[in-house]
């Protein structure tokens, strides 16, 4: 989709607003105060950090961060969005700092589940540091709110059948269960207005299969009780995030082979039933991980509206985590050794090729540094999402002084860091 050209045909853009810890200011004035800002100025609209100005002191003071997000739905090839083609929609939020919550049952046992009120500090910028192509997150965050949007509007699921459960699946390390958290995060914020209060919960489906069978029955209704109480406070926006869904669906095979004990069945059977149960509530969003990208025998997962495969990173996200990786690392300064090292901005992959093409047009470090960083790209084919972000920390431990380091030096060692690890994968 391009930039419409018509005003009644302006793209929706989110901006989110985050407010300081300490800020006790109302949504609605800071929401009014920012649109008023965003009409003020002329902006042009891509992803990233609006500065607060310096002059308001109402938002000084109240607001941490203005953030443009998610404008890559409608800019395609390096088109801008106009402040003319835009209405901003503004989402204010304050951050929860209360951190997990598991439950400690207190006898040994490992907890069964962990709590966050969300939006939580722990997953902002998550969604951001994740990179895939072509628009799963965006399809993701558009499927959730659709589905949203029905049950608010009270659609009947008998003319029109829809339902709240994503499932993604895909090779370990793709990022499915941070993805799951972030979209969490951000259905959060995007649907304040409607639901003020937001949970997740995290259910360790192993721990419900511990050696204390017996005792495990009891943990499953015990978790969806509280669950159900979440629930019932229609202000509540719950997401209930299960990892490895195929842990179940093997433990009731297990079960039926006569390998296991018949208690695993019993709990599977009841966190299905649960889950089933659940599902008929409007504000629940049920979300499922597996690293199996056969088909799961599992009969909700089979319903899953929502089924998105994660697939290992291309080339493209390759050199994109790579790039946010080395950013934060001349951020941080431990990547430095000549003057303005903290100001290089390493140009994006969409932009890679254009400066490839121009090489006369460039700073000879910048581009030097950005073959080096493709190359790299290229040497990590086949590695996941997770064994990237650790790549760099492999990295810098091979170096032989770790201070201060050329980033072009750093960026050498990676290349041959990242062949060793690619020689090590199984086939
Ligand atoms: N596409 C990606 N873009 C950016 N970072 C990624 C990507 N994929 C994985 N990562 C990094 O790897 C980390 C681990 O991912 P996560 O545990 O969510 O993966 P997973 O697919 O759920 O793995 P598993 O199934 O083995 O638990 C993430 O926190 C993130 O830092």
Same mark, same amino acid.
């Given at each position: 989709?391009?930039?419409?050209?018509?005003?009644?045909?302006?793209?929706?853009?989110?901006?989110?607003?985050?407010?300081?810890?300490?800020?006790?200011?109302?949504?609605?004035?800071?929401?009014?105060?920012?649109?008023?800002?965003?009409?003020?100025?002329?902006?042009?609209?891509?992803?990233?950090?609006?500065? &607060?100005?310096?002059?308001?002191?109402?938002?000084?003071?109240?607001?941490?961060?203005?953030?443009?997000?998610?404008?890559?739905?409608? &800019?395609?090839?390096?088109?801008?969005?106009?402040?003319?083609?835009?209405?901003?929609?503004?989402?204010?939020?304050?951050?929860?700092?209360?951190?997990?919550?598991?439950?400690?049952?207190?006898?040994?046992?490992?907890?069964t589940f962990n709590?966050?009120?969300?939006?939580? =500090?722990?997953?902002?910028?998550?969604?951001?540091?994740?990179?895939?192509?072509?628009?799963?997150?965006?399809?993701?965050?558009?499927?959730?709110?659709?589905?949203?949007?029905?049950?608010?509007?009270?659609?009947? !699921?008998?003319?029109?059948?829809?339902?709240?459960?994503?499932?993604?699946?895909?090779?370990?390390?793709?990022? =499915?269960?941070?993805?799951?958290?972030?979209?969490?995060?951000?259905?959060?914020?995007?649907?304040?207005?409607?639901?003020?209060?937001?949970?997740?919960i995290e259910v360790n489906a192993h721990s419900l299969?511990?050696?204390?069978?017996?005792?495990?029955?009891?943990?499953v209704?015990?978790l969806f009780?509280?669950i159900?109480?979440?629930?019932?406070?229609?202000?509540?926006?719950?997401?209930v995030l299960i990892d490895?869904?195929?842990?179940?669906?093997?433990?009731?095979?297990?079960?039926?082979?006569?390998?296991?004990?018949?208690?695993?069945?019993?709990?599977?059977?009841?966190l299905?039933?649960?889950l089933?149960?659940?599902?008929?509530? !409007?504000?629940?969003?049920?979300?499922t991980?597996?690293?199996?990208?056969?088909?799961?025998?599992?009969?909700?997962?089979?319903?899953?509206?929502?089924?998105?495969?994660?697939?290992? !990173?291309?080339?493209?996200?390759?050199?994109?985590?790579?790039?946010?990786?080395?950013?934060?690392?001349?951020?941080?300064?431990?990547?430095?050794?000549?003057?303005?090292?903290?100001?290089?901005?390493? !140009?994006?992959?969409?932009?890679?090729?254009?400066?490839?093409?121009?090489?006369?047009?460039?700073?000879?470090?910048?581009?030097?540094?950005? =073959?080096?960083?493709?190359?790299?790209?290229?040497?990590?084919?086949?590695?996941?999402?997770?064994?990237?972000?650790?790549?760099?920390?492999?990295?810098?431990?091979?170096?032989?002084?770790?201070?201060?380091?050329?980033?072009?030096?750093?960026?050498?060692?990676?290349?041959?860091?990242?062949?060793?690890?690619?020689?090590?994968?199984?086939?």
């Amino acid at each position: 989709m391009s930039a419409p050209i018509f005003p009644q045909d302006k793209v929706l853009v989110s901006v989110e607003v985050s407010l300081k810890p300490s800020s006790t200011a109302r949504i609605d004035d800071v929401r009014s105060a920012v649109e008023r800002m965003l009409e003020k100025r002329s902006l042009s609209y891509t992803d990233g950090p609006v500065p &607060v100005p310096p002059d308001d002191q109402f938002l000084t003071e109240n607001v941490q961060r203005i953030c443009i997000c998610d404008t890559d739905e409608w &800019v395609q090839n390096h088109e801008i969005l106009l402040f003319w083609q835009v209405k901003p929609v503004v989402h204010v939020f304050q951050l929860s700092e209360e951190g997990a919550c598991e439950d400690v049952s207190g006898d040994g046992q490992p907890s069964t589940f962990n709590e966050w009120i969300l939006p939580a =500090k722990e997953f902002d910028g998550m969604w951001e540091s994740l990179i895939y192509e072509s628009g799963l997150k965006q399809r993701l965050l558009r499927y959730a709110a659709s589905a949203l949007l029905f049950t608010e509007k009270g659609v009947n !699921p008998f003319l029109v059948s829809w339902n709240r459960i994503v499932l993604l699946h895909g090779p370990p390390g793709t990022g =499915k269960t941070s993805l799951c958290k972030a979209l969490a995060q951000k259905l959060s914020i995007r649907f304040n207005s409607r639901y003020p209060q937001c949970q997740l919960i995290e259910v360790n489906a192993h721990s419900l299969f511990s050696k204390w069978f017996s005792e495990s029955g009891k943990l499953v209704a015990k978790l969806f009780q509280k669950i159900q109480e979440m629930v019932e406070e229609e202000n509540n926006l719950v997401f209930v995030l299960i990892d490895e869904v195929e842990s179940l669906a093997a433990a009731r095979k297990a079960a039926l082979s006569g390998s296991e004990p018949s208690d695993s069945i019993r709990v599977v059977n009841a966190l299905l039933t649960q889950l089933d149960k659940l599902k008929s509530a !409007p504000n629940v969003i049920i979300l499922t991980t597996s690293n199996i990208t056969a088909a799961i025998d599992i009969a909700f997962v089979d319903r899953a509206d929502i089924k998105a495969y994660v697939g290992p !990173p291309t080339l493209q996200a390759r050199y994109e985590i790579l790039r946010s990786c080395l950013q934060e690392l001349i951020r941080t300064g431990i990547l430095s050794n000549f003057e303005d090292c903290e100001s290089l901005m390493l !140009p994006n992959y969409g932009s890679l090729k254009e400066k490839l093409n121009m090489p006369e047009v460039q700073d000879a470090r910048t581009l030097h540094m950005c =073959k080096q960083l493709l190359e790299t790209a290229e040497a990590c084919e086949g590695l996941s999402g997770r064994s990237l972000r650790k790549l760099p920390f492999l990295g810098h431990a091979a170096l032989a002084s770790p201070y201060g380091c050329d980033p072009s030096k750093f960026l050498s060692t990676m290349i041959d860091t990242a062949r060793r690890e690619r020689s090590e994968l199984p086939d």
